[in-house]
């Protein structure tokens, strides 16, 4: 390998970008600064029929969400541009030409329905199917005159005999007989060149050294090696990455099938960017098989190459969201509170002007929080008794309240007694232990139905918290609207 790698990831800008896609970006972008190299990001975006501007957008807010900053790319710019395919037509045409007067690309003018015809005669012989080199031999001259008359034709690339070996940076030896592939088509009848062809003229005008991609591409590369030494250039390293498997480890993780696939789906739900990082690498890659907190700076001093695993790694959903918890944790609670601000705000939990009693909750939410949260989007929906009235109480907080009699007069009781001021979370606590001592009552034949009077949930952050969130007068109004329905409850029983 050498010292300063030149890695790219290479996106088509046709739709959301893929997890899959995201884990290619992360080990070019580390194997890059592990090795002080360059990380390009490159658009394949030949493809105008599906190409669209959001779709553009959502690669470069997934990089930067991430923060896989590219050090080229069409943003960035570079010396090795543009970075764009769209943009980039001359240099292919000219390739193209160059490879035709050479003689090394052959025009071919075989119709489709002429190749369906070999194709089904060729399984009807049960035999290897590929392109009979038809147009090989055509005399220059008739070549020259049919493209005159404007005759559609491809140019197809020659494929010499022989084999072409892949020292594959994670699968090892990988060998394809030539026999086995027919020449191959590098720019179509429309005059659009195809994938491989550009691809192989990109990487290496942009100097690219390495190449980490999906192993769905495998096929793809003994192409480029084919037509990267038909042109005589240097053939860059390649690595192909283990296919990912959805959440149940059965098949491919599709875009069809599992809204997990798409980046979006994490950015979304206010994962910690740094724990999806985390995540990301070690879906077929590991440190020793024990570690799973990784820092990006000891995932840029550790990351290797070769242990990179060659099976299919499971996307394990519960394993990111140890993972963020963890994250979460370690955040001073005054970020946090930033970082929940813009879902609170979605949701319409606070407004865009945001007040001085609003990030007093939102930093008393972070506090209370932190411990529970492996996502910072699902605040909204946990913490919604701390921005609405109770409207009902959910499952075992219910029972908590009509299991016993007397809990009505044990509320209105407490409620009497609640410390006004109120006090902070510590000693809050000690004043309702003391309640119960002087009852001769336990303490959780309290605790429980004060938890289902101020959020109507059987669990939640802790109790004291909630009612410091809440205030005094929230929290008094709470306990007697939970005395009055378990009086009700027991007026119709």
Same mark, same amino acid.
């Given at each position: 390998m ?14 959301y ?9 992360l080990? *070019?972008?580390?194997?890059?600064r @592990? ?9 394949e975006?030949?493809?105008a029929?599906? *190409?669209?501007?959001?779709?553009? &957008? ?23 541009g ?9 240099i ?15 025009? /071919?003018? /075989? ?7 070999l ?9 290897r ?5 038809? /147009? ?5 001259s ?8 404007? &005759? ?6 020659r ?5 072409? +070996?892949?020292?594959?940076l ?7 007989a030539?026999?086995d +592939? ?9 005059g ?13 005008h ?11 591409h495998l ?10 030494r ?23 993780l ?20 740094e724990?999806? +990082? *985390? ?13 799973t907190?990784?820092?990006? !700076? ?7 190459? !070769? ?6 790694a499971?996307l ?18 005054? !970020?946090?509170?930033d ?5 609170? @705000? ?41 921005? &609405?009235p ?19 007069d ?9 410390? !006004? ?14 309640? /119960?001592?002087?009852?001769e ?12 009077a ?9 109790l004291?918290?909630?009612?410091s969130?809440?205030?005094?007068? &929230? ?5 007697? @609207? ?12």
């Open positions: 050498t010292d300063a790698p030149r890695v790219r990831f290479a996106p088509s800008p046709t739709g970008l893929h997890v899959g896609g995201a884990r290619t970006a080990f *070019n972008w580390l194997h890059a @592990q090795n002080g190299g360059a990380f390009v990001l490159r658009m975006d030949t493809d029929a599906r *190409n669209t501007p959001e779709a553009r &957008e959502t690669i470069f807010d997934g990089l930067g969400w991430l923060g896989l900053e590219p050090d080229e790319g069409p943003r960035e710019g570079g010396s090795f543009p970075y764009s395919q769209s943009e980039r037509q001359d292919y045409a000219l390739a193209a030409a160059e490879l035709r007067d050479a003689g090394v690309a052959y025009p /071919c003018f /075989c119709t489709r329905e002429r190749l369906a015809e194709r089904a005669r060729q399984e009807a012989e049960k035999v199917y590929g392109y009979d080199r038809h /147009c090989l031999g055509l005399d220059s008739e070549v020259a005159a049919r493209i005159e008359a404007g &005759e559609a034709h491809t140019l197809r690339l494929v010499p005999e022989g084999e072409t +070996v892949i020292d594959d994670v699968r090892g030896e990988v060998r394809v030539h026999a +592939v027919e020449d191959i088509i590098l720019v179509r009848a429309d659009a060149p195809v994938y491989n062809f550009v691809v192989v003229i990109d990487d290496h942009m100097g690219i050294t390495h190449v980490l991609r999906g192993e769905d096929t793809n590369t003994f192409k480029q090696v084919i037509l990267f038909a042109l005589g250039w240097d053939v860059p390293a390649y690595g192909h990455l283990p296919l990912i498997l959805g959440p149940k480890g059965q098949g491919k599709s875009k069809r099938k599992h809204p997990e696939a798409a980046l979006e789906h994490y950015m979304e739900r206010g994962f910690h960017p724990a999806v +990082v *985390n995540w990301l690498a070690l879906i077929g890659w590991s440190l020793d098989d024990q570690t907190i990784l820092t990006r !700076d000891q995932l840029v001093r550790e990351f290797r190459v !070769d242990r990179i695993n060659r099976s299919g499971r394990d959903l519960d394993k990111l969201e140890h993972i963020s918890g963890h994250w979460i944790r370690e955040m001073d609670p005054a !970020d946090l509170a970082a929940i601000l813009p879902f609170l @705000q979605r949701a319409g939990r606070v407004g865009d002007e945001v007040s001085d009693a609003d990030r007093a909750k939102i930093l008393s939410l972070a506090h209370a929080y932190r411990e529970r949260l492996v996502a910072f989007g699902d605040v909204v929906t946990e913490s919604c008794w701390a921005f &609405e109770v409207r009902e109480y959910e499952g075992k907080s219910r029972k908590s309240l009509i299991k016993k009699p007397g809990v009505a044990l509320l209105r009781a407490y409620a009497a007694e609640l410390p !006004d001021p109120m006090p902070d979370p510590a000693a809050h606590e000690a004043h309702a232990r003391a309640f /119960c001592e002087a009852r009552s336990g303490f959780g034949q309290l605790v429980h139905p004060l938890r289902a101020w959020t109507g949930k059987p669990s939640g952050p802790p004291f918290d909630i009612a969130i809440l205030g005094r007068e &929230e929290a008094l109004a709470r306990l007697e @609207q939970a005395a009055a329905w378990c009086a009700a409850q027991a007026a119709e029983s």
